[in-house]
């Protein structure tokens, strides 16, 4: 909704405001120009990324149109989901916990959780070192440095689309230049005509520039912006799953270690201490 918004604040700016300082709406709709913008554009995209990165890009775009699903109530239940596991173990044993890792669609304790089981990402990651952790063959160095190998492939595959969406943007001012300079040409080759039409000839001309340079700053930058943060969201889930489990192994109890995770979060969607307690107490 806030793209949609946003969209709609630019272009109600800039066109309200040509409007208002006198000029014509009519001069820059100019559909050949936005032809060779964004033809060029999309096709220096397609030339420019392999299959996976278009595909990415493509499977991501509608995000953009939906709030985020990482908020305050999604750490916390994540936090909750934690706890319940760690509690487990420190009850009755790693063993206790193998059949939830190795199918946490039948597991009830994800089942209590289901958007966290929705996110396969989250579950993937947790349950394999949860499973890694019952082997027992890893220490806590060692998982740890597993972890931001594995999260930071994560996140460079959760910023393709970003990168893709970024580059595309930064092509259409050029883009927008090429479009121009073909007016130019045309008029230059129009010499001879009335002066009425040759300077709409250089009107149209000039909105190639203009049209390139708003698209990339007004309209395609932003999503670019919007997705890495969609990128960086989903990764501090992973890093939260990190931050716990960690502690965890290194001999905290489960309050503690969900404590440790709880510090990891940004402070806009971290909660209180007595709120996240008040939370688990809740989903036991």
Partial sequence: MLVIVGYVVVTASIFGGFALAGGHLGALFQPVE????????????????????????????????????????????????????????????????????????????FAKYPKILAD??????????????????????????????????HHHEAMISSHAIAKLGDGMPAFGIVAAVMGVVHTMESVGVPPAELGMLIAHALVGTFLGILLAYGFVGPLAALLEQKAEEGTKMLQTIKVTLLANLNGYAPAMAVEFGRKVLNSAERPGFLELEEHVKQKR
Avoid: Q
């Fill in 34 to 109: 936005l032809l060779m913008i964004g033809g060029g554009a999309g096709g220096a995209f397609f030339v420019g990324n392999n299959m996976k990165s278009i595909k990415a890009t493509l499977k991501d775009l509608p995000k953009v149109l939906k709030g985020s699903k990482y908020n305050k109530n999604s750490y916390m239940e994540l936090m909750a989901l934690l706890y319940e596991f760690l509690g487990k173990v420190r009850k009755e044993g790693l063993m206790s916990i193998e059949a939830d890792v190795e199918r946490p669609e039948e597991s009830p304790i």
């Fill in 120 to 153: 396969h990402h989250v579950v993937e990651f947790m349950t394999d070192y949860l499973r890694i952790m019952v082997s027992g063959n890893l220490n806590a160095m060692e998982i740890e440095n597993l972890m931001d190998v594995e999260i930071e492939t």
